[in-house]
């Protein structure tokens, strides 16, 4: 039931716009700063990294996506672990779908996104996700994102991927790229 009240949360519309007018204003020399001790604030919000990945895939301002995405990725480096489990997966599973955006620099913030929560959780804790890297490349759109991603995972885990305890797993599954 957890999980489906994360699938159906929505923001609040005035704290929607108030976070993306602060980072906005993080764009902007003299003022950021000054949004980014608010932004820091926001991390006492429960919900502030649902508003994050909110605006990273469904708003329209390219600008404040990509800020939304980079603040959502250092947000995760330090807080990831506190996090509930039911918003840990609700953010994994929203991440994936930007894979195929139509910016490269959305692409590249989310592969950046993704290394990091499989840097924080390691990798054998993300169930299926060099699967689904490896399933995104039967989809145009998707398979520049998937393989970029694919690429920053294999070399941030390249040891854990060699000799780790889940070894035949990681060959087995790379055995799809290189049959």
Do not use: A, P, V
């Given at each position: 039931?957890?999980?489906l009240a994360m699938e159906e949360w929505t923001p609040n519309q005035q704290g929607l716009e108030q976070l993306c007018q602060i980072l906005q204003?993080?764009?902007d020399g003299s003022k950021a700063s000054q949004a980014y001790e608010q932004l820091e604030e926001f991390n006492s919000i429960d919900?502030?990294?649902n508003y994050l990945i909110f605006i990273l895939t469904r708003y329209d301002d390219h600008?404040?996506?990509i800020a939304a995405g980079i603040q959502l990725k250092n947000?995760?480096?330090k807080f990831y672990t506190n996090l509930q489990p039911q918003v840990q997966e609700y953010i994994k599973n929203q991440i994936l779908q930007l894979l195929g955006d139509p910016s490269q620099n959305i692409r590249n913030t989310v592969g950046s996104i993704i290394t990091s929560i499989a840097q924080t959780?390691?990798?054998?804790s993300w169930a299926n996700l060099l699967d689904n890297l490896i399933d995104m490349f039967e989809y145009e759109n998707m398979v520049e994102g998937a393989i970029?991603?694919?690429s920053k995972v294999c070399e941030d885990h390249a040891i854990t991927m060699c000799d780790g305890k889940e070894k035949k797993l990681y060959i087995d599954t790379l055995k799809r790229l290189i049959p």
């Open positions: 039931k957890k999980t204003m993080s764009l919900d502030y990294n600008d404040t996506r947000n995760l480096k959780e390691g990798i054998d970029s991603t694919l």
